[in-house]
């Protein structure tokens, strides 16, 4: 047979590549399928400084936000990180939520014990016609800045953005809503209650001691709040009626009532408030103490996600308590005392309005993978656990981290979780055994690689929820097992291609994190650190060394992503600041990207570690993403 019509490189070809050829034209799917979908090529990286557009730059210096807010004249911080993904004016883009706190009256003198009030002054950014900003705070709530701690006379708080949930409509006008964890830890010093001196300050602070209030060291404590949306858009900061707590985590839990209740996972007890038909909240804490397996389910180490699945309204929960691991079985576990720790690990809570919680599986790492190690200086250690997660040696796990997500069309969802531990080992010594004649110690960054030092990288696991059981997901959720300082995160489609993606949330120095999906459920490391724009800041004293803050997010431009930078503020005078340096507020910008997100190089395991070692001892400008103060 004469191959005339074939293409003119066939005709010379053999019979089996012939047969190789004809099945690739016939078999190969249509576009976007997932031929060679598992080799994920590296495109071709654009010249650095051409990511980023400084001509659509737009900038609000410090003097228009929190500069013009009356009670921040004496110290005020930009607090982690914005929030994204949202959108209060309905046009389809998300909006910008810029966390400030303000610092009520004057410094106190250095490691000084106090309880300075902590007032809330937040703004909104809405997105316009024109892909540009406007600051919206006026027109949304009717005041200059958004006083999220609530009107009351109380100690303030900050928000736990790593840990808030994506905004949501929660009382179906069609409007997004805000709810977070309001609290105290930013670093102030700590009280000791059998100190005489500490005791007397705490009176002095939160009035005379009683016994039987477990939230009596107010300087912990908060008034949680919510943002709550009027149905004109228009929203109000609306105060939960349970009093202050000391909350870490809150969720948001359905009742028999078609409405939602706010819970707040505290240190100390628990708290709840519902939410009414005419959009207000009143206090069933009382109402949650006659739930099935409340305390349980509530009092453990505050740090949750929930989530819906199968037709299962799911709560999974930081730690394993003894009465769970020793009773599997049981059903009332609120009616059992335990004997033996708590276990590093996850339990996983059906929800049933009107009921309460049960028990639906729990997770410990398996005992063949524990081990111990020390930690500390040779004159003195101590001796903590540490568990093996994927190959990698985890020191002091804690499963504190969730987002539940599908990352391929064709594969159920999964529960993500990423560890907050002391973290690992690095660069040289990555994935190298525990060594129980080491003493372990916190590496910096200025230090040179060493086998003792760890540092924040963290397991990234991957589990699906069948039939209300754990099930661990044997294929990477993120290439490489780790991710570095990202105990935040969503899960969201970030180039709209279909497969969803990553972006992480710092803690403390707010760092952008971006993983693109390699459409078979892997999640790689996009290389941001040649694309980073360099300058200054207005005030040049206040540099990206000490607490100028960026992130990338989607801002409705996807698959261009937008660069969004800050500075911070400083809850104190830093030592370096000269006698007759004044701390002004720091402008807050927004940079188009000029190139899609996937058109930037993927960052290998490989080399991530390779760049961590280069850098280690290296100035700061080495990597853009590894905690500046350690430089």
């Known amino acids: 047979m004469e191959n005339v019509n074939l293409p003119t490189k066939l005709r010379f070809i053999s019979p089996s590549q012939l047969v190789l050829w004809i099945c690739l034209v016939l078999c190969t799917p249509a576009v976007g399928t997932e031929i060679f979908a598992d080799r994920f090529f590296k495109p071709i990286p654009p010249e650095p400084g051409s990511v980023f557009d400084f001509s659509t730059r737009q900038l609000w210096l410090g003097d228009v936000l929190e500069g013009a807010t009356e009670y921040c004249e004496n110290r005020h911080i930009r607090w982690i990180s914005v929030v994204t993904d949202f959108d209060v004016n309905l046009d389809g883009k998300s909006d910008i939520l810029l966390p400030i706190t303000c610092y009520l009256g004057p410094d106190p003198a250095p490691g000084e014990k106090h309880n300075r009030q902590v007032v809330a002054a937040w703004r909104m950014f809405c997105s316009q016609d024109n892909d540009q900003f406007v600051d919206c705070t006026e027109d949304l709530f009717g005041t200059q800045a958004i006083r999220a701690t609530g009107e009351s006379k109380t100690g303030g708080g900050n928000p736990y953005i790593h840990v808030m949930d994506t905004p949501r409509d929660i009382n179906n006008d069609g409007y997004p809503d805000f709810w977070y964890a309001l609290n105290r830890d930013d670093g102030r010093p700590g009280f000791n209650y059998s100190d005489p001196d500490d005791f007397a300050l705490l009176e002095e602070f939160c009035g005379p001691y009683d016994p039987d209030d477990p939230t009596w060291g107010c300087t912990r404590t908060a008034t949680q709040t919510v943002l709550l949306s009027q149905g004109d858009g228009t929203y109000a900061v609306v105060e939960m009626p349970f009093g202050q707590t000391n909350t870490q985590a809150t969720a948001m839990l359905p009742n028999t009532e078609g409405t939602v209740d706010f819970f707040a996972f505290n240190y100390g007890p628990y708290a709840a408030a519902r939410l009414t038909k005419d959009n207000t909240f009143v206090d069933v804490t009382d109402e949650y103490a006659t739930y099935k397996n ?45 004997s033996g720790p708590v276990k590093q690990g996850m339990a996983l809570w059906t929800f049933e309005a009107g009921v309460g919680f049960t028990l639906s599986d729990f997770y410990t790492p398996n005992p063949e993978d524990a081990f111990t190690y020390k930690v500390g200086t040779p004159d003195n250690y101590t001796t903590q656990p540490g568990s093996w997660i994927r190959g990698i040696p985890v020191y002091s796990p804690r499963w504190n981290f969730f987002e539940f997500g599908q990352l391929h069309p064709n594969e159920e969802p999964i529960l993500i979780a990423v560890q907050e531990s002391f973290g690992t080992t690095a660069g040289e010594f990555f994935k190298a055994p525990p060594d129980p004649d080491l003493i372990y110690e916190a590496g910096k960054f200025r230090d040179t690689d060493a086998e003792n030092h760890i540092y924040g990288l963290s397991a990234v696991e991957g589990f699906y929820i069948r039939d209300g059981k754990f099930v661990a997901r044997e294929k990477p959720v993120v290439a490489g097992e780790v991710a570095y300082n990202m105990p935040g995160f969503k899960v969201i489609d970030l180039n709209k291609d279909g497969y969803n993606d990553l972006y992480g949330i710092s803690g403390g120095t707010q760092r952008p994190s971006i993983y693109i999906n390699d459409k078979t459920g892997t999640l790689r490391k ?10 200054e800041f207005n005030d040049p004293q206040y540099g990206w060394v000490y607490g100028g803050n960026f992130t990338i997010r989607d801002l409705g431009r996807a698959p261009y992503l937008d660069f969004i930078y800050w500075g911070t503020g400083d809850t104190f005078r830093q030592s370096w600041y000269a006698d007759d340096y004044v701390i002004k507020a720091q402008e807050f910008g927004i940079i188009q990207s000029t190139l899609p997100i996937d058109r930037l190089p993927i960052l290998t395991p490989e080399e991530e570690q390779q760049l961590f070692t280069d850098c280690l001892g290296a100035t700061w400008r080495c990597n853009f993403f590894f905690p500046t103060p350690d430089f």
């Open 294 to 338: 409340i305390r349980s389910a509530a009092l453990i180490n505050p740090y949750v996600a929930t989530f819906t699945h199968e037709g299962e309204f799911y709560l999974v929960s930081s730690e394993v308590p003894s009465t769970l691991y020793e009773n599997p079985t049981a059903d009332d576990f609120d009616a059992l005392s335990g």
């Open 526 to 535: 996009i290389d941001l650190n040649g694309y980073i724009p360099e300058f």
